[in-house]
């Protein structure tokens, strides 16, 4: 069975998000890809929900 797979632009899109704001999630979150191809990061849907749940609280932290 094939997992699926999403790029930082990937992730960026679905979360509503610039992919930069996602980078640094990615940094500060200490993330690590579940695979590489070349240059190119590649997530898996697990990391896409811990970055909505990160970017979720982050909001609710600032008061937006």
Not at 15 to 21: A, D, F, M, T, Y
Not at 31 to 40: H, L
Request: glycine fraction near 4%; hydrophobic fraction near 45%; charged fraction near 25%.
């Amino acid at each position: 069975m094939k997992t699926a797979v999403l790029t930082v632009g990937q992730m960026a899109d679905q979360l509503g998000q610039p992919p930069s704001r996602i980078n640094y999630a990615i940094s500060k979150l200490r993330i690590r890809p579940v695979a590489r191809v070349a240059n190119i990061r590649l997530f898996d849907a697990a990391t896409v929900e811990r970055m909505r749940k990160a970017l979720k609280a982050e909001a609710t932290s600032d008061g937006s």
